[in-house]
């Protein structure tokens, strides 16, 4: 691609950002103009997608090298030039590396997983639907994503054959269903990552689904401000501001994610409007220590994104390395609540298998009642005893008061 090709207006924002990452660049595209760098179209046409790419960046472990020896080449890959940036080239056990790099773990199933653990074939009533909650609905509109979790809940269509994206018919369809179906209220695109189609694509998209009268909001799921920053344009800023409230629920897995070329984008997408929440998969070994986390969460809310979900890994099959024991995420959660804003303190669900629904965990904050008072435990483990006397007591109060005005109605009626 020639830098002349370009149309995208130029981003002074993220060439000064871009200045923080040179000596990566310098190191493996000394020939490729900036501009090139800069622009999300450069980024994804020389993703990391096969071992030879792999090795020129990494020096890879024996665990990671036995991945690719396992899969016989059928190993879906990616990983932009801006991620690869941050990863660091001689430690295997980096955070977010191991997030994006396999090993050979992923070669072994437990006996409960599944590739589609969530049910959400069997709730998809039309092609690239999910419809599993009463009025809102998750439309899968592409398979393609600019970077690969090793531990994604929809492996089974990411990175695979199926352009789900240039069958228009399918859109077409899913949309019909959408139209007549008032109870929805809420569309959730998703995928793969919609934040990867063309401007023109997602505009069609976005704007079909506005003319829906019934569709109060839209959002849109995606990873794009982390992996691919510089797809966070103006012009994209602009064309998602026509549509307001347009909501964006951002993947974040790490505090060493968050780039000066990501907050950049972040803020951007503040700036025009759009409220941003986060979700953050627990993973071992990554994140699932309480100040990671806590670092994380703080993080989020400087550049105004508010932390939403912490998800339990769900059981895809080559995920156990990942999984934790539930018990971590709600000692998390005891550990963020009352110790930080709470505003940085998110909701830690369960994904249910088997399509049940993301279910709320909490630390045992109510412990029970005593007569007339509810005993509960504050963020330091300490009893408070709140006064909330059996039956209601504005209630009991209002009868007391209806039986002594008939006691004076009565009482008047034999004066007379």
Partial sequence: MKASSLSEEIDPLLMAAQHSRSRFYQTFFKDVPKKLIRDWRWQLANRITNLQ????????????????????????????PHYMSLLDPNNPDQAIRKSVVPTHHEWIHDKFEQADPLGEDKNSPVPGLVHRYPDRVLF?????????????????????????????????TALNYIEKHSEIRDVLLSGGDPLTLPDETLEWLISSIRKIPHVEIIRIGTKVPVVLPQRITPALCRLLKKYHPIFLSLHFTHADELSEETRIACNRLANAGIVMGSQTVLLKGINDHPSVMKKLMRQLLTIRVKPYYIFQCDPILGSGHFRTRVETGIDIIRALRGHTSGYAVPNYVIDAPGGGGKIPLLPEYYQGRDGDEVVLKNYEGKLYRYPDPAGNVYQSQMESRELAQIDLTIFAGVQK
């Fill in 140 to 172: 899968l509109v592409t398979n393609y994503c600019s970077v690969y979790c090793r531990y994604c809940t929809r492996s089974r269509l990411v990175g695979h054959s199926v352009n789900m994206e240039k069958n228009k018919s399918r859109w077409l």
């Fill in 53 to 80: 790419a792999l090795q020129r960046f990494l020096n890879l472990s024996e665990a990671e090298l036995s991945a690719f020896t396992l899969s016989n080449g059928n190993l879906p890959l990616s990983i932009t």
